[in-house]
């Protein structure tokens, strides 16, 4: 896949990986380390992974760990929660442990009969005080299905394409940035911008290799107009695990890792004038990380400079790093010819009304969002629509409110972009928030910076509307649905079709009403009430009017009285303005950028 890289005249760490049991879910590795240190040479593994700020614990899945030198035992003492040291030793010290891998994201490792796949901090250990030194990997083959294959963004050191054997990284977290992939797979290939692009997409589900190829392209190529960046890493290596259900993406410097949905996938029917909201929620997730390209891994925090894998890496700015790559993602798409413009309007109305009914918006501003993520966006509970915004939704909203503006400056949000990779991501030079302020300074004025500044500090939303009409389109906020039905204020799943609560929002009926998530309505007004007919049991009380409901917690029946109100106007409406001048300046923000013709 890649030029194979000299030999290093430093002695190399080398990791051994191999499917072992893939009944119960085991990888066997060895961790070499040829000149240990003298006193005692520690190992640890990393407690998270770039790219997903929560602590994750990769060390709770080794199974068992024990460490010998010369074919002989080595006494291994456990220090914390994810190190070891071994006891002083001459010659070569290897460790030899299993680790339980059934996490089936993007995040940890996994291994069954069908597929294998790890990210280097869930598997790999790092031995202290070396590093820095040259990081060799030998992917072995599994006994249980020799026609297995291995995709990874790993510079190849002696593994044939595609094969297992050898791989390196220059440095311990070098390794970390590269996923690999092990199983039977589907390869393609494309290029964009004179840059090879590899596409490795795992399960069974047919569809259209060409259209998700060219599409995939003439987003890519976009991307790197964008940028006007030079090459970045030839090839660049999309790793797509296909389930029943599911989504999510892990950027890497050179790759991504992506799970969908089976249906997500451009069935091999679908015509090329059409792309279903499931396909192009795909080519959104491929955009989101292939942008993360360069907004995060090469124009980044200065905290994400040489972060601490033990502990938390603190950072006030994943409104901008998450935010603006989500307004991006969709963008992109538009630009790029693979979705039109009104598919674009919907999407773009769907963030915005995402972020309109959290309320947590109003208790959290972006950058203790951005600041907490560590503790609070990947461990939701009921009361986090309450107490939390997403820095990825009102991020977006964020995004798009400073390229507006910009707009009217003669400048854009394109060319921040570009600054901040010329003077920042080129160079490998950390951001921190004052330097995003200055360039934004400079684009626009200094009361633009300090306007935004206040909006990602304070909570109150930025205005939109006389924005989004200068720019072409209109937007309008309406309830939700046609027929108006009252509102109670609660989100709910159905249970054998009863209706648990599972979240209640700040200041609406439900919570009034003194409802809790937890609680199961079984009546109102007297009549029972399920999943199924609550919409058209609401649709026969009037607002303002008390009702009585009746409902279980923890197995007692209780029961409230309940006042509907009328549903608040936060779904977003966007549509086209007409005339000739509207017209234009949509195209000046949304239009099709010039980009090559890609080849498949």
Request: proline share 6%; charged share 20%.
């Amino acid at each position: 896949m890649v030029a194979i890289c000299p030999p290093s005249s430093v002695p190399p760490v080398i990791h051994t990986i191999k499917p072992l049991c893939p009944d119960a879910h085991l990888f066997e590795i060895t961790c070499r380390v040829t000149t240990p240190d003298v006193a005692g040479q520690r190992f640890s593994l990393p407690t998270w992974i770039p790219g997903s700020y929560l602590i994750r614990e990769f060390s709770r899945h080794v199974v068992r760990i024990r460490a010998e030198a010369g074919g002989k035992p080595v006494a291994l003492t456990k220090l914390d929660k994810a190190t070891w040291q071994a006891a002083p030793c001459k010659g070569a010290l290897s460790l030899i442990y299993q680790v339980h891998a059934y996490d089936a994201s993007v995040r940890g490792a996994y291994l069954d009969r069908q597929r294998a796949f790890f990210n280097a901090s869930s598997v790999f250990l790092r031995a202290h005080g070396q590093e820095n030194a040259l990081q060799r990997v030998e992917l072995l083959p599994p006994d249980f299905a020799p026609d297995w294959r291995a995709a990874t963004s790993l510079p190849r050191a002696g593994a044939a394409p595609w094969g297992f054997g050898a791989y390196q990284a220059k440095s311990y977290a070098d390794l970390l940035d590269h996923p690999v992939e092990m199983g039977r797979f589907t390869r393609l290939k494309f290029s964009a911008g004179g840059v090879t692009h590899h596409l490795v997409v795992t399960g069974n589900a047919p569809f259209q290799r060409e259209r998700l190829c060219r599409d995939l392209a003439r987003v890519c190529a976009e991307q790197m107009a964008l940028f006007a960046a030079p090459r970045l890493a030839d090839p660049y290596l999309f790793l797509l695990a296909t389930t029943d259900s599911g989504y999510g993406g892990l950027e890497h410097r050179n790759a991504s890792a992506l799970l969908a949905a089976h249906d997500d996938l451009p069935a091999p029917h679908l015509a090329d004038t059409e792309t279903p909201e499931n396909y192009a929620r795909l080519l959104g997730l491929c955009s989101h990380e292939y942008f993360h390209r360069w907004n995060v891994k090469r124009i980044h925090p200065a905290e994400f400079v040489a972060p601490d894998d033990q502990r938390e890496s603190y950072s006030r700015l994943l409104w901008f790093f998450e935010g603006v790559t989500s307004y991006y993602d969709d963008l992109c798409l538009v630009r790029a010819g693979v979705i039109d413009e009104k598919r674009y309007l919907a999407l773009l109305a769907r963030t915005l009304t995402q972020t309109r009914n959290t309320p947590g918006r109003a208790a959290q501003s972006l950058v203790e969002a951005s600041f907490d993520a560590w503790i609070k966006y990947y461990r939701p509970d009921e009361n986090s629509p309450n107490a939390e915004v997403s820095y990825y939704h009102k991020g977006a909203w964020v995004a798009l409110w400073l390229d507006l503006r910009l707009r009217q400056r003669n400048a854009s949000l394109d060319d921040l972009m570009r600054r901040l990779w010329r003077e920042y991501g080129s160079v490998d030079k950390g951001l921190t928030e004052a330097d995003i302020y200055a360039a934004i300074a400079a684009l626009g004025n200094v009361a633009l910076a300090r306007t935004l500044q206040a909006a990602v500090e304070g909570t109150h939303d930025l205005p939109l509307e006389k924005l989004l009409a200068q720019a072409g389109v209109k937007l309008v906020w309406q309830t939700e649905g046609k027929d108006k039905t009252p509102w109670l204020g609660l989100r709910h799943m159905s249970v054998e079709g009863k209706i648990r609560i599972r979240h209640v929002l700040a200041a609406s009926p439900a919570e009034q009403a003194g409802l809790a998530a937890g609680d199961v309505l079984i009546a109102l007004a007297g009549r029972e009430v399920t999943a199924q007919n609550l919409a058209s049991r609401l649709a026969r009380f009037a607002v303002d009017t008390s009702v009585e409901c009746h409902y279980f917690r923890h197995g007692l029946l209780s029961t409230t009285t309940l006042t509907p109100q009328s549903p608040p106007a936060n779904t977003a409406l966007l549509t086209t303005l007409p005339g000739k001048l509207a017209r234009e300046r949509r195209q000046g923000w949304l239009g099709v950028m010039s980009v090559s013709s890609p080849k498949v």
